[in-house]
């Protein structure tokens, strides 16, 4: 059983029908994080792949950078919904990956949106990936956040503090200590993961948006992350 994100098409889970000799050379080439031109047939949840092309080698991700790619593949398999056309998930998830490859030997950087290139060097960009890619998806799944106004359509103000309410936003708050500072917010908003606060508070708002799409079934991959 395979799970293929598809330009243009969405998530998709795909049974690979191959026989004798080919199937074995087939099969080791279907590896993750590869780039595939794919002709699959069925009408239903369930797809058959025919035959397929590789567009370009595997990525080979190493210690921490797997873990996180991995972490990219299952995010995206438990939350983006099969057989539901999603115009910009496929180039955000493959920008993503990219990037996050660029930490590595081949000093590959590229463009992500309307963004100048970035080169990830630390744990800091890393996490920099992660999170703009959680909120990304999110705002395409149509359960994103506006960093930059509250839940009044008024702009964030810096020296201001907000609590989030869900399928709300935020809302100005008094209580300093259950906030997000509006300092925090604009730095998310402007994609600076600078600042240690901006990191936690970024993280924790992540996942705490992501539970109700996740539900009680934890990602394996986060296990990974956990010292041993």
Same mark, same amino acid.
């Given at each position: 059983?395979?799970?293929?994100? %598809?330009?243009?098409?969405?998530?998709?889970?795909?049974?690979?029908?191959?026989?004798?000799?080919?199937?074995? &050379?087939?099969?080791?080439?279907?590896?993750?994080?590869?780039?595939?031109?794919?002709?699959?047939?069925?009408?239903?949840?369930?797809?058959?792949?025919?035959?397929? @092309?590789?567009?370009?080698?595997?990525?080979?991700?190493?210690?921490?950078?797997?873990?996180?790619?991995?972490?990219?593949?299952?995010?995206?398999?438990?939350?983006?919904?099969?057989?539901?056309?999603?115009?910009?998930?496929?180039?955000?998830?493959?920008?993503?990956? &990219?990037?996050?490859?660029?930490?590595?030997?081949?000093?590959?950087?590229?463009?992500?949106?309307?963004?100048?290139? &970035?080169?990830?060097?630390? +744990? !800091?960009?890393? !996490? !920099?990936?992660?999170?703009?890619? @959680?909120?990304?998806?999110?705002?395409?799944?149509?359960?994103?956040?506006?960093?930059?106004?509250?839940?009044?359509?008024?702009?964030?103000?810096?020296?201001?503090?907000?609590?989030?309410?869900?399928? %709300?936003?935020?809302?100005?708050?008094?209580?300093?200590?259950?906030?997000?500072?509006? &300092?925090?917010?604009?730095?998310?908003?402007?994609?600076?993961?600078?600042?240690?606060?901006?990191?936690?508070?970024?993280?924790?708002? +992540?996942?705490?948006?992501?539970?109700?799409?996740?539900?009680?079934?934890?990602?394996?991959?986060? @296990?990974?992350?956990?010292?041993?």
């Amino acid at each position: 059983m395979l799970n293929m994100l %598809v330009e243009g098409v969405g998530q998709l889970s795909m049974l690979a029908r191959f026989k004798g000799k080919r199937a074995v &050379k087939q099969n080791a080439a279907l590896q993750p994080f590869t780039c595939l031109l794919v002709r699959y047939a069925g009408k239903y949840d369930l797809k058959y792949l025919n035959d397929f @092309e590789i567009q370009s080698p595997p990525l080979m991700f190493k210690g921490t950078h797997l873990y996180c790619a991995f972490y990219l593949n299952e995010l995206s398999h438990r939350i983006i919904p099969i057989n539901e056309p999603l115009d910009h998930v496929f180039c955000l998830y493959q920008d993503h990956l &990219k990037l996050l490859y660029s930490d590595g030997d081949n000093g590959l950087a590229i463009k992500v949106n309307s963004q100048q290139p &970035k080169k990830p060097n630390n +744990s !800091e960009q890393i !996490e !920099e990936i992660l999170r703009t890619y @959680e909120f990304k998806l999110l705002y395409e799944l149509g359960v994103g956040v506006e960093f930059d106004y509250d839940a009044f359509g008024t702009p964030i103000d810096e020296g201001s503090y907000y609590q989030f309410v869900r399928e %709300v936003g935020f809302c100005p708050s008094e209580d300093i200590h259950r906030s997000f500072s509006g &300092k925090t917010l604009l730095a998310i908003a402007h994609g600076d993961y600078g600042s240690v606060v901006s990191r936690r508070q970024a993280k924790a708002l +992540s996942r705490y948006l992501l539970k109700p799409l996740l539900g009680n079934k934890p990602l394996k991959s986060r @296990e990974l992350f956990q010292p041993r």
